[in-house]
């Protein structure tokens, strides 16, 4: 049985683009993969504590970046350009990803220099704000979230 067929548990099984798909389809490295998953799913499972993790790794991809430990693949394969941005939309559609979150997500996938991380940072920060002022409530997607800690209901 194909990876994508068998999903672990089952309530996070998506009919869409999954996001390790988007993943390895556009080489993305390690820090700006875990930083468009936590991006990707904050409304469906952990909320606020989500996007802080994507603020957390963004934070770790800049600061990598500023030292030259990580370079955009955008300049070590710059072939993937044009595909990468058409995947990139493709996913975000799926996954019915906000502007905000379309915007993270692209800046972090296909990056060139770190302005373009400054950007997806501050356009998370925008959506813990966003959170922080509009809480919804819980779903039967989202349910299982702890929400004992934040009385925002994130």
Known sequence: MPANDERV???YRSDGYIHWDLIIETHTEYLAAN???YISRWRKKNGL???????????KLIESAKLGFIESPMRVLPEINEP??????????ANNLSEREQI??????LWRNTDDLE?????????????QSKPVPATDSNKHADRAKDPTGW
């Open 35 to 37: 930083a468009t998953k």
């Open 9 to 11: 548990p089952k309530h």
């Open 49 to 59: 504590q989500d996007l802080q993790k994507a603020v957390h790794y963004i934070d």
């Open 104 to 109: 993270a997500v692209t800046e972090l996938i």
């Open 84 to 93: 990468d941005f058409a995947e990139v939309a493709k996913f975000c559609l």
């Open 119 to 131: 950007n997806a940072r501050d356009t998370v920060n925008l959506l813990i704000e966003e959170a």
